[in-house]
């Protein structure tokens, strides 16, 4: 596939992929899910890259577990688990030489312990990187975010450091789980899906969404520069005229 044509000073500033179509991948090439997750992987490195390569994207948020994926049994589960700690142990090296800052964006109560180990050690050595965020979705729900949200605020009115009447968007914004991230300017979802999975429901509210028909095990570079082709063909009127 030919590298579509982007427009490189006109990039979104923060990108999210809900990565999706790893256990139809398996199903077509007759392997198991477990295949299937290994291989989305392998894209989680060429997108990161990408992006990197870019230099004008300021933040690439993934959704790599949602809260209602516990739903799903315990051996895949693991399986994903065991993965992302195969991910961090092989690539957090060369993340940090790239300058690239990892933040955790969902509910640490609920990880296992190697889990939120193996986050920490992200988030920890990579704090004062500058170059891009890489911001991954691990146990996170969107509305659960929305309720945290707004507990933290309310915890701040019992205590009577805050009035009701002076939330507002801006505030509620800044209690967010990753209240640094800039606007989401594009979303993409893979395997055909169209729907947002309770993912970033705040944030969404004016990204321009992208369905791919790709599974994410076949996500490359072109099919990142296609969906930022198509998010540059988009005109953005935020409500305006
Ligand atoms: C995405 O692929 C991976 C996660 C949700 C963690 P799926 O496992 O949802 O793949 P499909 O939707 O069954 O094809
Ligand atoms: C969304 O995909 C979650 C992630 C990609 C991590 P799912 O495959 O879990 O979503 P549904 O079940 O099709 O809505
Ligand atoms: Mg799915």
């Known amino acids: 596939m030919p590298l579509p044509t982007i427009d490189k000073n006109h990039l979104p500033r923060h990108i999210a992929i809900?990565?999706?179509?790893?256990?139809?991948?398996?199903?077509?090439?007759?392997?198991?899910?477990?295949?299937?997750?290994?291989?989305?992987?392998?894209?989680?490195?060429?997108?990161?890259?990408?992006?990197?390569?870019?230099?004008?994207?300021?933040?690439?948020?993934?959704?790599?577990?949602?809260?209602?994926?516990?739903?799903?049994?315990?051996?895949?589960?693991?399986?994903?688990?065991?993965?992302?700690?195969?991910?961090?142990?092989?690539?957090?090296?060369?993340?940090?030489?790239?300058?690239?800052r990892v933040t955790l964006m969902g509910r640490k109560e609920g990880l296992s312990e190697q889990a939120l180990a193996d986050v920490e050690r992200c988030e920890s050595l990579t704090a004062n990187n500058t170059a891009m965020t890489l911001n991954l979705a691990i146990n996170y729900g969107g509305r659960g975010e929305i309720v945290d949200t707004a507990r933290a605020l309310c915890r701040e009115v019992e205590a009577g450091r805050l009035k009701a009447e002076e939330v507002t968007e801006e505030m509620f914004a800044s209690r967010l789980y990753i209240p640094q991230l800039p606007e989401l300017d594009l979303l993409i979802r893979t395997s055909g899906e169209m729907r947002l999975s309770n993912f970033m429901l705040w944030q969404a509210s004016y990204a321009e969404f992208v369905s791919m028909q790709t599974y994410w095990p076949d996500f490359r570079k072109p099919h990142l520069y296609e969906a930022i082709a198509a998010y540059q063909a988009r005109s953005r009127r935020f409500g305006g005229r």
């Open 18 to 100: 809900i990565m999706d179509g790893n256990g139809r991948w398996a199903k077509q090439h007759g392997t198991t899910r477990a295949e299937g997750h290994e291989a989305g992987a392998k894209s989680v490195r060429a997108v990161v890259e990408a992006c990197r390569e870019l230099q004008n994207i300021e933040a690439l948020t993934l959704y790599a577990f949602s809260t209602e994926n516990w739903r799903r049994s315990q051996g895949e589960v693991e399986t994903l688990f065991r993965l992302l700690s195969k991910y961090i142990h092989l690539e957090l090296d060369e993340i940090h030489q790239e300058n690239i």
